[in-house]
T-cell receptor, first 114, second 113 residues
Framework: DSGVTQTPKHLITATGQRVTLRCSPR?????VYWYQQSLDQGLQFLIQYYNGEERAKGNILERFSAQQFPDLHSELNLSSLELGDSALYFC?????????????FGDGTRLSIL | GDSVTQMEGPVTLSEEAFLTINCTYT??????LFWYVQYPGEGLQLLLK?????DKGSNKGFEATYRKETTSFHLEKGSVQVSDSAVYFCALTRKQAGTALIFGKGTTLSVSS
């Protein structure tokens, strides 16, 4: 058990809809990362928050947004969903902002767009 | 930009065989290097890491040495078990580029008894 909790485990929805994925980091971790895993793109970094502030952006679409709340949990919002957004979305957390620190991953949310 | 290249899988081995999964990277400076493992239906787990040249990371019988001269971080295990069947990801972070992980495409390992 990594200590990172992601909900829901599975989401099935239709094109054009909006969904929210939730992540609770390990106790004490201030950094939260979101990654997307798909068959064609592999594992790609989307966005990072540190103690409530956005720290880095990767290959995140404009239709996607995220935030980190004062209790450090994070939400990833995906809107105007397209078939190509079907993927496994992982949240990871780490203690701080040191690139040597390992990231601890949740079990992911599998998003299926019909 | 920074990137990680892993050997294509799947890798199929018999129990107790020797394992090598090749990983090379492209990055300026001195990245930190990681191996993560993903078991079916689960998230990624850190297997081992190395943060500077010539460091050797090790865990659960797996080893990898940070070779700056060949920009490589190959994963090895002397005797694999059926329970090692999983997908293995090589990854890097570079301090000057933030702390996000850059992953290779993953290598599927299947071990049979």
């Amino acid at each position: 058990d990594s200590g990172v909790t992601q909900t829901p485990k599975h989401l099935i929805t239709a094109t054009g809809q909006r969904v929210t994925l939730r992540c609770s980091p390990r106790s004490g971790d201030l950094s939260v990362y979101w990654y997307q895993q798909s068959l064609d793109q592999g594992l790609q970094f989307l966005i990072q928050y540190y103690n409530g502030e956005e720290r880095a952006k990767g290959n995140i679409l404009e239709r996607f947004s995220a935030q980190q709340f004062p209790d450090l949990h994070s939400e990833l919002n995906l809107s105007s969903l397209e078939l190509g957004d079907s993927a496994l979305y992982f949240c990871a957390s780490s203690a701080g902002q040191n690139s040597n620190q390992p990231q601890h991953f949740g079990d992911g949310t599998r998003l299926s767009i019909l | 930009g920074d990137s990680v290249t892993q050997m294509e899988g799947p890798v199929t081995l018999s129990e107790e065989a020797f394992l090598t999964i090749n990983c090379t990277y492209t990055a300026t400076g001195y990245p930190s290097l990681f191996w993560y493992v993903q078991y079916p239906g689960e998230g990624l787990q850190l297997l081992l890491k190395a943060t500077k040249a010539d460091d050797k990371g090790s865990n659960k019988g797996f080893e990898a040495t940070y070779r700056k001269e060949t920009t490589s971080f190959h994963l090895e295990k002397g005797s694999v078990q059926v329970s090692d069947s999983a997908v293995y990801f090589c990854a890097l972070t570079r301090k000057q580029a933030g702390t996000a992980l850059i992953f290779g495409k993953g290598t599927t390992l299947s071990v049979s008894s």
